[in-house]
């Protein structure tokens, strides 16, 4: 059985491939040629809440779901990878928690560094364009994806 700290890294390496899985085909159902078929149906709550995260069409389902095992598929050489990712639920904790539409400030996600959380993740549904992160924000950040939060965060600290 592998030490808590090798899994840990296990499980981080399965999050950064399912952020960069999600972040590029999630982009890619924003284009306007598939957004209206696909991922309206997700958007069609702007002011998303927990169970709303799942609410998708299914071919939306299974485009971004399938990140979820690329991971798994990487990084498993014992079944305890497979209960800590899967079991433990940290893709569903931090689908429903940046859908909740509260930003907890003492919400322990918060310490990974570069999570999104549910503010970030609020602008996409208020904005529909920009912020794509699933978990974390650097492809954001790096694509410029990010900019009309970055505005919208400044226009509201120079209120």
């Not at 799942?54 to 399938?66: D, K, M, N």
């Not at 990140?67 to 050489?77: A, L, Q």
């Not at 410029?144 to 505005?151: E, V």
Request: with cysteine.
């Amino acid at each position: 059985m592998p030490r808590w700290p090798y899994l840990l890294a296990q499980c981080l390496g399965c999050a950064v491939i399912e952020d960069t899985w999600h972040y590029f085909l999630h982009r890619l159902l924003h284009h306007r040629s598939i957004y209206k078929h696909i991922h309206k149906v997700h958007h069609e709550f702007t002011a998303p809440f927990g169970m709303q995260a799942e609410y998708a069409h299914p071919a939306e389902t299974v485009i971004l779901g399938s990140g979820f095992f690329i991971g798994i598929m990487v990084f498993c050489n014992h079944v305890t990878l497979l209960w800590a990712w899967v079991e433990w639920g940290f893709r569903l904790l931090e689908t429903i928690d940046v859908h909740s539409g509260y930003d907890i400030p003492l919400n322990p996600l918060h310490l990974i560094p570069f999570y999104a959380g549910a503010r970030f993740h609020d602008f996409h549904h208020m904005n529909f364009v920009g912020n794509y992160a699933s978990t974390f924000t650097w492809w954001d950040k790096i694509l410029h994806t990010d900019s009309q939060y970055n505005r919208h965060i400044m226009s509201k600290k120079n209120q």
